[in-house]
């Protein structure tokens, strides 16, 4: 059960928290004009690694507020937390 | 009678009889006793029978790794407990215990054959017999297996105790309270810091607390007397809570622990007053300071397993602790130092003893010490026989080849009545990997020891790998100052005098002049686990240890292979010929002990499982006689019988009279959100399908809302109340969910956007008039309206009061009758729902459940996302082609729309399905086929929503049907399990084409 803290009010237990899969995967802005492959790619493709994800995370049962994880799926640290929009502190 | 009860102890009182019932058979013990204490005070260590080969097996260990001593407790009352270990439940007036599996009784067991018939039952022994005949399975084999399966019997009444969940945070959790887990515990109260300690018995102290050796001193202290002192002390310490019955279960990540504490487990059945039973501790500790100790190994050679063989640790502790001797006759079997203490205890208190050692000499202080007090000590021995059916009686022993791979010279048998073996300590390092660490292996004496990877977690003690006093002492003390940052402790100069131990021998499988397919040396006592199993496996190819393991089910037993899983890998090693440490280990997963469902489940149970939500206006539906129906966490009224009418006539005449005057339906659970903002027609504009930039001003329009990969998720009618101002509705069971997908985009896609969603399900109440009443009645309740067509169309909306409270009004129908809804503030909902009952009498207005609201719209062809569409149906295949804009640029799930496989043109399709005989219903789920003679079957369809309409008289269903659309006038068959039906495929509007009911 993870820590997290959360970049709007801090920490906080994992139950109150969804995860929202992979992040910084951005909606295409023109659909239309995406072939059938390359909306597929952003429909469906995501990763699954074993080592350092950035994922989207929910503040479901708090602020309600959607930010991004840095996580190491195989050891579950969290490296940080952001707020969307902002660049992830690691790269 | 003997009496087996030879040593007072300040831990039994001897003043307090306790009686108790073992199998049927009354006993005493003492206040303090375990129920395996009292047991082997009164002579009796067969207590239970083998899984497999129904063994009679004995008492073997005195904690929570005891693999035979398992017993059902309070059988035949609400209490009855299956699987506890007589070693950890406290002895309390009037228990009732009994042996599991065997029958008629554990003295004479019909499932003894299966020892006789061992050969023919190796291990894989069920996947590879009950493969045939075929036909054996279903009337032999299964039900065969089911009576033989399991261990104990469940309780079948509803658990009549309490069980809770507490919340704590601490700065540092300690896990056991033995002689480390106290000298941590001392060291992080003292400076500061608010502490926790569990510990699993009901005392603290662990092992050293029953230590009088003149081998093991602490500042010139027999160690038992020392800890005496430290724990007197420790209580009186403010920042420590001190919990003890408390055993930890899990060790997540980030430090959150899960432990059980047993609070009135330990009582008299008549004491225990209504009181909680056990309460789960949930904590998030800063820094864990795991101090678990060790566990004693066992030997394996050929009948290992009789009544009567013990741990020899235990044996100590059954003599030092509880007072009882567990024979009088006893052989010491060991391959290390520690098992002399049990020898010198023994002795000291005038017992007969001797000891085979595997190796060849020791000369350590506290060998000396059994040599001095004249204990015979076989060297370089080893046990190769056991005897005694029901209880041990003797043993034979032989020397040991030089490199201990083999026997040599003559077999020498030796009486005795308790044989105790000692095969060293293994680490119970549990704790360390259920957190995520890693594990070194240490050849010298064949241990998995920690190794640290996180900085807010410690080992300390024998489970980190020191055994001896004064590394435990030094050691702990060391590594707590480190990880506390603590510069001194009164553990500085603390002296220390143990023996130390300095000749190792370890074999894992002892050798025997018995073949090895004739041995039987057990690994897992319970599961009936042999080294030849083990053996077998490697032969037919298993390598991983996971394999190994499930195949021989070698660890799988409710012990959780506590005493086995070392000799298992050890086996493994030495047959296969690598070394121990590359092998890796088998997950340690949580729990540690077994925990009670009550425990897990806390006060979530009967009315407490789940939230109920109910309308402002349920009070009204259960005076009326409602049934209700569970949609998601709502109660929504099902349908009102009259009298002792059943569904079916109920919805009919429900139907009936909401088409033919007027009918009602408490509409509140619909999910309502609130959109403000100056892009809110932007927003919707991208959430739904059709075009919403040009909906006026209090007008209302229908929305579907697609994923991103174009399937259809949500629906219902959006109102808008002002410039930048809507109301959403969603279905009843998406609303949360629609809610956070919104929030979703605007948050993370769209953040540009000026729009702030508000969920107000629960604020507003709903009532939902239709029928060609419905413009009377609400002209009734709102008599300065004027509900004219041209001042109150179709799909729109007024403002309205009723008394002075404010309500809207949305001209919106899911019926296909003229409808109205009139929403509410949630307090005042009942006496609209009332006022509109009693206006409503004169047209005889008829409250209606859900299941009439799914006829209605089924007869008018509206879908009910949920049930009509699976996450597979795109607005095409619903044949709703007009609610998708062709002019919008995007919106969620477009492009979708045209990928390859959604423009296909067989894919499953919403249609109308009418049955050749009018009064068959068909059942919803049903399969469809098109050619019932061509084999296989081609399924092409199934029936979705199927009701009999009393407005149409027949019989009307919609269905998904491949290429469904093209079909319209075509035979199809719906097969039953007795019957085929012969359907014929409609439009999937079956009433009122022409919308004229609407606009009536």
Redesign the interface.
Known sequence: MFLINCPYCGERDQSEFSCGGEAHIVRPKQPTELSDDQWAEYLFMRKNIKGIQFERWNHAHGCRKWFNMVRDTSNDKIYAVYKMGEKSPIE | MIKYRVNKTKHVDQTKTVSFDFDGKSYHGFDGDTLASALLSNGVHLVGRSFKYHRPRGIMSSGSEEPNAICQINENTDLTEPNVRATEIELYEGLKASSQNCWPSVNFDIGGINNFISPFIPAGFYYKTFMWPKNFWKKIYEPLIRWSAGLGKSPTKPDPELYDHKHVHCDVLIIGGGISGIIASKIASKNNLKTILIEDKNILGGSTIFQKNENYKINNKYSGEWIDEEIAELKKLDNLTIKTRTSLAAY?????LLAKENISDHLPLDKRNGDIRQRLWKI?ADKVIVATGAIERPLVFNNNDRPGIMLANSVKKYLDFYGVSCGFNNVIFTNNDSAYETAVSLKEKGISVEIIDIRKKSNSKIVKNAEKLGVKIYWNSTVVNTFGHRKINSIEIMNLSEDGSNIVGDKNKINCDCLAVSGGWTPMVHMHTQS?GKLDFRENDQTFIPTEIDENHINVGSCNGDFELEEIINNTNKKVKNFLKVSETEFDNTSVLNSKELDKRNIWLLPNYISEGKCKSFIDFQNDSTAKDIKLALREGFKSIEHVKRYTTTGMATDQGKLSNMHALGIIADTAGVKMGTLGTTTFRPPFTPLTFGSIVGRSVGKFFDIIRKTSIHEWHSQNNAKFENVGQWKRPWYYPVNDEGLHDAVQRESKAARDSAGILDASTLGKIDIQGTDSSEFLNRVYTNAWSKLGIGKCRYGLMLN??GMVYDDGVTTRLGENHYLMTTTTGGAANVL?KL??YL???W?ELDVYLTSVTDHYSTASICGPNSKKILTKIFPDKDFSDEAFPHMSYQNAKIDEINCRIMRISFTGELSYEINIESKYGKSLWEKCIEVGKEFKITPYGTETMHLLRAEKGFIIVGQDTDGTMTPIDLQMDWIVSKKK??FIG???LY??DTIREDRKQLVGLLTDDPNEVLEEGAQIVSDINKKPIEMIGHVTSSYFSPNLNKSIALAVVKSGKKMNGQKLIVPMENKKINVIVSDTVFLDKENKRINA
């Open positions: 997540h990540s980030y430090n959150y998030r995520g991103e990969d956070s929030e979703d948050q993370t896609e953040p640029y995007d477009k492009r979708s990928r390859s």
